[in-house]
């Protein structure tokens, strides 16, 4: 039987990660993986360049039924501190969007730079491999010291063993939830898995009218939730032909639940009531043409419809209590989505180990000592924008440095 100190369970960016800072304050490590590719989140992460971390990351950045619980690991390690790592790998980097930064040539970078930090503390990979079973301490035989695991490669013993499997989008890439299956039969409580940012969808019968935008975008304020459990994000909205995608509702997607409707306004930073009453005092344009010079035509057109007024009105000719509803429409829009586009499109799982059974300090789990819970599986559910991977980089290494 082959003995570890340490057996990390997952070799996407949190198990990578822990695994080689593990391996180079001297511990023995080994990382196990079931895919076939290795860390194919990272590859396919920020189209193509992997938005690896944010300029600006707080605790306010992430979702959790605990949301204090990340801060520690957080404050420990900071995106300047993957930054500094980034740089001494000599990896190009810019900020696109609020603060969020990407390698200018490849993702692949940033998995050849985890890669040399495991090479650099000797960390052995068996991939693809299986993890059949792990024993805790009390359920291994007395003749083994600590942790037993059955693999398709063998049986080995290790001191700790770290959960890093990640979440459960994208199943054809090697998502599972095996994470917290093993979490929950260790007798810890799981915070139920929802799809987050992911794109939301309507009944085919209530979107009926607003398919035609299908490609149209446009800047928006989108809110959902009360109190603390509300979201409100300024960026860009998509119109597709099932729902709403873009940056704005993936965002309000980790925040909304079934039944709750969203509140979108389409023009943020307008008083669009006065705007369209001072037009009506000024101008002898026609309502279609009004509109179409503060939104997209597509847009204009599809919401007088909606509405029963005629586009080709003149302004003068247009009543106010019309103007004012169109203008209340077009600025506090309420819709219910029926759903979203589920595992198979969401960037994170919300959800996971819950943390209120975890140390924040180390990620060592309360219940089963030596077992350890990083990354995604755990539930911290960072927002878009580089937020996700600091969180593996941040749990990995509060993780790795407690060894
Ligand atoms: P991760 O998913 O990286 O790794 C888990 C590993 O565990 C995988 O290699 C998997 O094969 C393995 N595994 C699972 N079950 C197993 C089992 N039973 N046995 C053995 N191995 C098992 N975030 C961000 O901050 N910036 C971005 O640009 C993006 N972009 C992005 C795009 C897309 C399309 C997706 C789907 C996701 C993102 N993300 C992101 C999210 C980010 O990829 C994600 O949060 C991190 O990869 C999570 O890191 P983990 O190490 O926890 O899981």
Redesign the pocket.
Known sequence: MQSFDLVV???????LFCAGMAGQRGQRVLV????ER?????R???GGR????NRDVGPANFLSENPAFCRSALARYSSQDFIALVQKHGIGFHEKHKGQLFCDDSSEQIIQMLLSECEAGAVQRWQP???IDVHAPAEASAAVAGFRLETSRGVVQAKAVVV????L??PK????D??LRLAKRLGHNIIEPRAALVPLTFDAEAWAPFSSLSGLSLPVMVSTGKGKARGRFLEDLLFTHRGLSGPAILQISSFWKDGESLQIDLAPDVDLTAKLLEAKAESRRQLGNELASLFPQRLAQAWTERLGLDGSRTMPECKDRDLQNLASQLQAWQLAPSGSEGWRK???MRGGVDTRELNSQDMQSKRVPGLYF????VDVT?WL????????WASAAACARSL
């Open positions: 369970i997952g070799a996407g960016a949190a198990g196990i993986d079931h895919a290795l860390a194919e989140k990272i396919i992460s920020g992997c938005n690896f971390t491999c299986t993890v890093a499997t990640g979440g989008s994208i890439i090697g998502a599972s095996w994470g969401a960037e994170v990083i990354g995604e599986v960072g924008g580089g937020y996700n991977f600091q969180w593996a």
